[in-house]
């Protein structure tokens, strides 16, 4: 953790605090559980939203693919009556597909990632809706899926999705932060092109951050259809991008590319779902959810960056007060 | 030396610079400069790079202003000029690299921030009145396109006319030409000349500025040669000739010691057949590197070596031609492909695609090969300091710690830093572009003296560079490229900055003797 993860935590810490003080329900096993379960469930895409940052690239289709993907999952399982684990199988290689197209026409076609995933976006979510004719999806009533109350358990009162974005969260840490692929990400984020000149197959590691991407919102998406049970198309999903992009930039991530954190996205996530939770337990009308949230961030990178213009300027006073008696005399 | 009194004076000059000089930091750019220029003279000016040509320039455009010396505009004194001032006083340029808004027409480019106005409230820009007034221009210099002709769609030669036109368009009394047809193809070359040869008539001074010698002999009424911030020498229109201006911008000292190879050069370790490049898509060019040898590539800027390069190192698509390593064909579609084979590539540009600024070094130099420095996919930080500390005692990197962020370094030991990486991973081909660009005297000859024993391990190595001393001083053999082929091939005993050029502006060697 550094110092930017630590005042992140510490924030967490003084919000949830005055927010208990407020009102005690905050810290309730019940507010905790749902809240948690939120956590694991933005979490999980917003790791792959970071991933893709890192390279400097965007994925803003990540709310319409939620969409897309629970859409087609419960339709397999409700109304085609697809095993679930192959329903399951299914989506997530179409997701990873999806990731697959978006880093191929990034890469190989050099459009930019903010234009494909743009229409990402767009085409998901029509062709989500148009699949259902804008009807929701959802089970028959009265069916039972027994397999699938998995996603929706809880061990030890702790909900599975909690369980599932901690695994991820472990494995994501080791590949960005150890692995030989992660430190390709940082190098293609910083330069692409000198990372390139080193012989870095630039092409093919950008792509795979999409793929992770992808992959990991299409776990989330499956999460989210059995969360809700039914999904509705033109909602489910709206505006997830970005939070996940919130939660990063929160965390720390350079929207240029080569610098960011798997502690600092999480810590993002989970700050992002206490300022939801704060709307709700304060009873703030939950029409200022977004100004509440849009508030926060603006201020906290804010600080944090005139923090560092701070820190600079006095290391260079500091610097230039110590230096005085080597300094070059007038007229040289 | 030569001084102004020996400069044949104009009857009545325009412009006037008297011992003008400028220093920076450890480099004296200009060392007391005199030129008198008289109205509707072509005053050619050459001298390799580095020479003072620019400095020159920028005193001229009021970029910079001089140490010392004065600068008289039609007998008006100035101790330095203005951008502003500069223009007011008539002075215009046409810069090699030109500054025109492709998106507009030729008209709106002539008229850019000073467009005539309709007036009213909305004051629109009155096209009609600026096309009425840029004809005439166009006309005077014999251009055959229209004013309302979008700038993309000219040639060249036609953009520069444009540029032009923007002179006389603010009544320029000297039209200064930086390097004006070394981007034109030769019939183009012709138009331009023709067009100087108007401004002179209209009695508008031009100082022209080019490599390509048999152009400023054609052009100029007199010569003036700059050697190391000096007038080194004045041509009048009589003695201009190619071999003199030769003799008078090379013939200095080599100040670094250089190695001799040790070993005779080896067999032929990478050939390159027939290559044609997206810079010169007709030409075939070619070249034969052995082990144990230094090839120089020498050549003028944009002759096709770094393009070159660029293909043989993977980065760039190979249009067509061969490339065998030990007598093996290889593909290269990517850097990767060429690394994995041990060819590597010290680029010109360090910052953009030599080094990862932002990295310590040590992470700089594990980054290529970096599977080396892991253990079951993560990577060793220990591994990697290891090799960094080996590479920093081996080339004598000078840093702090090897964990030293590597843009804090100067550029003589960021370079090392792009050797290191490379160093550690065995190389059969290091191809080094401009490899001692903005390096101090010191860490240059480091440099050579690692090159040197580079080539004795038995590595091959190809140095491109437009360093005539480094050139001549670094290599076994060089060949020099022009126009996207290899124009000649020389060995030690026909080294010489005289063949070097000559080659270079594509004429053929001089009779030997």
């Known amino acids: 953790m550094n110092k930017k993860d630590l005042g992140l935590l510490a924030l967490i810490v003084v919000v949830g605090f005055v927010v208990y003080l407020r009102n005690p329900a905050f810290l309730g096993p019940q507010n905790l559980a749902n809240t948690a379960n939120l956590i694991g469930l933005f979490g999980l895409f917003a790791i792959g939203q970071g991933f893709v940052i890192i390279t400097g690239g965007i994925e803003l289709s990540a709310g319409s693919m939620i969409a897309l993907l629970g859409v087609l999952f419960v339709d397999l399982v409700g109304a085609k009556g697809v095993p679930w684990p192959i329903a399951f199988a299914i989506v997530m290689v179409l997701g990873l597909a999806l990731g697959l197209a978006h880093g191929l026409l990034i890469t190989k076609l050099k459009m930019q990632p903010f234009v494909v995933t743009l229409c990402g976006l767009l085409i998901y979510r029509g062709v989500a809706r148009g699949y259902t004719a804008d009807a929701t999806a959802g089970f028959p009533f009265g069916s039972e899926y027994p397999g699938l109350d998995f996603f929706v358990a809880r061990i030890g009162g702790i909900p599975v999705s909690v369980y599932v974005l901690a695994v991820v969260a472990v494995i994501a840490w080791f590949t960005l932060h150890r692995s030989v692929f992660g430190r390709y990400l940082f190098a293609i984020g910083k330069n692409e092109e000198a990372a390139r000149f080193s012989g870095i197959r630039t092409d093919v590691v950008v792509t795979s951050a999409y793929v992770i991407c992808a992959g990991l919102t299409a776990l989330a998406a499956i999460f989210f259809a059995m969360y809700t049970r039914s999904v509705q198309p033109s909602s489910q999903g709206n505006f997830y991008e970005l939070y996940a992009i919130a939660a990063a930039v929160l965390g720390g991530f350079s929207l240029r590319g080569g610098e960011g954190s798997i502690v600092g996205v999480i810590l993002g996530t989970i700050l992002l779902q206490e300022l939801q939770n704060l709307v709700n337990l304060l009873g703030i009308p939950s029409s200022l959810n977004f100004a509440v949230m849009g508030g926060v961030i603006l201020i906290g990178v804010l600080v944090d960056q005139q923090w560092g213009v701070f820190r600079a300027r006095r290391r260079i006073a500091e610097a230039a007060r110590s230096s005085e008696e080597f300094s070059p005399k007038p007229g040289e | ?513």
Request: hydrophobic letters at 45%; aromatic letters at 4%; a neutral charge.
């Open chain 2, 1 to 513: 030396m030569l001084d102004s009194r020996d400069q044949e004076a104009p009857a009545r000059a325009f412009l006037k610079l008297s011992a003008v000089r400028k220093t920076y930091p450890g480099v004296v750019a200009l060392a007391g400069f005199d030129m008198l220029v008289g109205p509707g003279e072509v005053i050619g000016l050459v001298g390799e790079n580095g020479a003072g040509k620019s400095t020159l320039m920028k005193i001229l455009g009021g970029v910079t202003v001089p140490d010392s010396g004065t600068i008289e505009i039609d007998g008006a004194p100035y101790a330095g000029l203005s951008v502003g001032g500069s223009m007011k006083a008539g002075i215009a340029f046409v810069h090699q690299e030109l500054n025109l808004f492709d998106n507009l027409d030729v008209a709106a480019n002539v008229y850019i921030g000073r467009e005539p106005r309709r007036g009213g409230v909305l004051n629109l820009v009155d096209e009609k009145q600026m096309r009425a007034d840029v004809l005439p221009y166009l006309k005077r210099l014999g251009a055959n396109f229209a004013p309302n002709t979008p700038v993309a769609k000219l040639s060249l030669a036609q953009q520069q006319m444009v540029e032009i036109a923007k002179a006389l368009s603010v009544n320029a009394r000297l039209v200064i030409l930086d390097e004006p047809t070394s981007s034109l193809p030769l019939a183009e070359t012709d138009k331009l000349l023709e067009v100087i040869a108007g401004l002179k008539a209209e009695g508008i001074a031009v100082i022209f500025i080019s490599h390509r010698l048999h152009e400023i002999e054609r052009a100029s009424d007199r010569v003036l040669v700059l050697r190391d911030g000096v007038l080194v020498g004045e041509l009048k229109k009589a003695e201009i000739d190619h071999d003199r201006m030769v003799k008078l911008m090379i013939g200095r000292d080599l100040k670094v010691a250089y190695a001799a190879p040790k070993l005779d050069k080896g067999e032929v370790v990478l050939a390159a057949r027939g290559i044609r490049t997206a810079a010169y898509p007709t030409r075939d060019v070619g070249l034969e590197l052995h082990a144990g040898e230094i090839l120089g590539l020498a050549g003028l800027v944009g002759s096709g070596r770094t393009e070159l390069a660029r293909v043989l190192f993977g980065v760039d698509p190979l249009y067509a031609g061969t490339v065998t390593l030990n007598g093996e064909p290889v593909t290269l579609r990517n850097a990767s492909d060429a690394v994995a084979r041990g060819i590597f590539l010290v680029p010109e540009d360090r910052k953009g695609e030599g080094i990862l600024l932002d990295l310590p070094i040590s992470e700089n130099i594990s980054l290529p090969d970096l599977d080396a420095y892991a253990r079951s996919g993560l990577v060793s930080p220990a591994l990697e300091r290891v090799q960094a500390e080996r590479s920093r005692s081996e080339l004598g990197i000078k840093a702090p710690t090897v964990m030293t962020r590597t843009g804090s370094l100067s550029g003589g030991n960021q370079q090392k830093v792009v050797l290191a990486k490379w160093l550690a991973m065995r190389p059969k081909v290091l191809i080094f572009d401009e490899p001692t660009r903005g390096i101090d005297v010191g860490a240059k000859a480091e440099i050579y003296r690692l090159m040197r024993g580079l080539a004795d391990a038995g590595v091959a190595v190809l140095m491109i560079s437009s360093d005539m001393e480094e050139v001549i001083g670094v290599s076994d053999r060089i060949a020099v490229m022009h126009e996207g082929r290899i124009s000649g091939l020389l060995g030690r005993a026909e080294f010489s900055e005289e063949n070097v050029l000559r080659l270079a502006v594509g004429k053929p060697l001089a009779k030997a003797g």
